[in-house]
T-cell receptor
Framework: DQQVKQNSPSLSVQEGRISILNCDYT??????FLWYKKYPAEGPTFLIS?????DKNEDGRFTVFLNKSAKHLSLHIVPSQPGDSAVYFC?????????????FGSGTQLTVLP | DVKVTQSSRYLVKRTGEKVFLECVQD?????MFWYRQDPGLGLRLIYF???????EKGDIPEGYSVSREKKERFSLILESASTNQTSMYLC?????????????FGSGTRLTVV
């Protein structure tokens, strides 16, 4: 049973428009949410994060929104650029006795069309 | 530039073989992780380690074991490779206490079991 779900395997948007990537989670114990970006033949790299006590975090063109009551978060990219084309993974973590573990979603392939 | 290095980019092994996947990090990170990435399933945690000689099971440890004899090296072992272990394997490391935004991933090893 996937605790972090990305229901859209792919998304295409025009350059300059907004990209909205969505993610749902089931475990209310998650206290930190992140987005990672992955290009082909490379490992995922951290993009942006949000604590569960906040509802919005912004970093340049990237904004993450968290709706705890709906157990939903989204990543907005404005304006979208062709270089943003990649697989985006939503992830969530819980504080535990040992190392924090990240639970990832299945990913969304974003294609930004020039 | 900090790095997580995975020893092989591509690997082809026969069913029943014992397979070793090696991962080395040069960042003095306490935590190390092994994930596998499969289409539609995203990244799933196999094992992780928060200290030398320490290991904990992730979500899908069956058929795998790990070894961490030195802080910088984390090995994933497939005791008897099977075709359902054909996948992309990703190693990651992070500092103790990192909430997830400081994960550094390797470029991955594409393993094919025939």
């Amino acid at each position: 049973d996937q605790q972090v779900k990305q229901n859209s395997p792919s998304l295409s948007v025009q350059e300059g428009r907004i990209s909205i990537l969505n993610c749902d989670y089931t475990n209310s114990m998650f206290d930190y949410f992140l987005w990672y970006k992955k290009y082909p033949a490379e490992g995922p790299t951290f993009l942006i994060s949000i604590s569960s006590i906040k509802d919005k975090n912004e970093d340049g063109r990237f904004t993450v929104f968290l709706n705890k009551s709906a157990k939903h978060l989204s990543l907005h990219i404005v304006p979208s650029q062709p270089g943003d084309s990649a697989v985006y993974f939503c992830a969530a973590s819980i504080s535990s006795g040992s190392a924090r573990q990240l639970t990832f979603g299945s990913g969304t392939q974003l294609t930004v069309l020039p | 530039d900090v790095k997580v290095t995975q020893s092989s980019r591509y690997l082809v092994k026969r069913t029943g073989e014992k397979v070793f996947l090696e991962c080395v990090q040069d960042m003095d990170h306490e935590n190390m992780f092994w994930y596998r990435q499969d289409p539609g399933l995203g990244l799933r945690l196999i094992y992780f380690s928060y200290d030398v000689k320490m290991k904990e099971k992730g979500d899908i440890p069956e058929g795998y074991s790990v070894s961490r004899e030195k802080k910088e090296r984390f090995s994933l072992i497939l005791e008897s490779a099977s075709t359902n272990q054909t996948s992309m394997y990703l190693c990651a490391s992070s500092l103790y206490g990192d909430r997830g935004h400081g994960y550094t991933f390797g470029s991955g090893t594409r393993l094919t079991v025939v």
